[in-house]
């Protein structure tokens, strides 16, 4: 079944989604009480509606039960946020994605229920600093506060190793979930499976059992 989102707040956060889903040919409202951004998108959304309210009575007659997931970004109005993102959860949908200012936004989210807090600036600088301290770890996104997924650079150490011989789950705590190599992409590969120096190896787990892989088992 084809999947719908509803996108609250189009600034740059906003309306950047509102665009990957049209890319994808995905079904998406989108809502702003600004007319110019809701022009702005009105391309790009199967719906657009410009409201300096939303309330309940809105939120029905956008049909948002109908919705899979939310989305909710309004720059700098935290209070809106707020309770935007309560209303959704209020109205029972499942899955309620909110974009934070700051940490003290981030914990009112999290008390009022919303599934993912998002903070763009933080996330961004976590995988940066990530990235220039280790020259092995290229990517890492955050899937709770500890755990997360991360690509590593396979070096000379593990070049024609087995995971099986390797037993990284046994060693290290986390579990290749996935390869890449040269433009080939195995999921889940065999135990059999042998690793060559320069692989991207998808690995997921803690985050103190993937700093300890990418310290000591690289």
């Not at 029905?60 to 899979?68: E, F, S």
Request: net charge negative; with cysteine; charged share 30%.
């Amino acid at each position: 079944m084809k999947k719908s989102f509803a996108v609250f707040g189009l600034g740059r956060f906003g309306g950047t989604i509102v665009k990957e889903f049209y890319d994808m040919g995905v079904d998406v409202i989108a809502v702003d009480k600004d007319e110019e951004k809701v022009n702005k998108y009105m391309n790009y959304a199967t719906h657009v509606v410009c409201t300096d309210k939303i309330d309940e009575v809105i939120l029905n007659r956008l049909g948002i039960r109908n919705v899979d997931q939310a989305f909710v970004s309004f720059g700098d109005n935290i209070q809106e946020s707020i309770l935007t993102s309560l209303l959704l959860k209020e109205l029972g949908l499942s899955k309620v994605w909110t974009k934070a200012q700051n940490e003290y936004h981030s914990k009112v989210l999290e008390k009022i229920g919303v599934d993912r807090v998002i903070q763009p600036e933080r996330d961004v600088a976590k995988r940066i600093a990530r990235h220039i301290v280790s020259d092995k770890m290229i990517d890492f996104i955050e899937l709770s506060k500890d755990y997360s997924i991360a690509e590593i650079v396979a070096t000379e150490k593990l070049d024609n190793c087995n995971l099986e011989d390797l037993n990284i789950r046994a060693n290290y705590g986390c579990t290749i979930v996935g390869i890449q190599r040269q433009g080939e992409f195995i999921v889940s590969p065999a135990a059999e499976e042998i690793i060559h120096k320069a692989d991207i190896l998808i690995v997921i787990g803690h985050n103190k059992h993937i700093a300890n892989f990418e310290k000591k088992g690289v």
